[in-house]
């Protein structure tokens, strides 16, 4: 069984991969390393906080349904689920950045004449 971080990570490193053509564009009409690097981790945020925003309250739906189901199940602390938010958060910029300053290394005139 894959583990969430693990598809998260794979997803978000396979989307950073497939925008070098653009990272190239950008560089080669002057975006500096930092704006470019900027947008890149901006839209991975987007795209985990959306996750989290689906994921979240399902968690907390579940975590009720399962105390109903297990009796003397503690359920009133939200920790668990603000930790893995966190986790989540801090591996979709990991998976995003490293992806991303592998493909600032690309020289723009090779990304552009690539299509």
Known sequence: MIVPERLIARLLAYTVTRRTHE??????LGASRSEVMRIALHDALLAVCAGLAI?????LWGKRVAASLIPDLPVASPLP?????????????????LPMRRAMRVDPMVALRYE
Do not use: K
Not at 81 to 97: E, H, K, R
């Open 81 to 97: 689920i603000v930790v893995a938010a966190a986790i989540m958060i801090a591996v979709g910029l990991i998976a995003a950045y």
């Open 55 to 59: 994921g979240a309250p399902l968690a």
């Open 23 to 28: 990272i190239g564009v950008r560089m080669a």
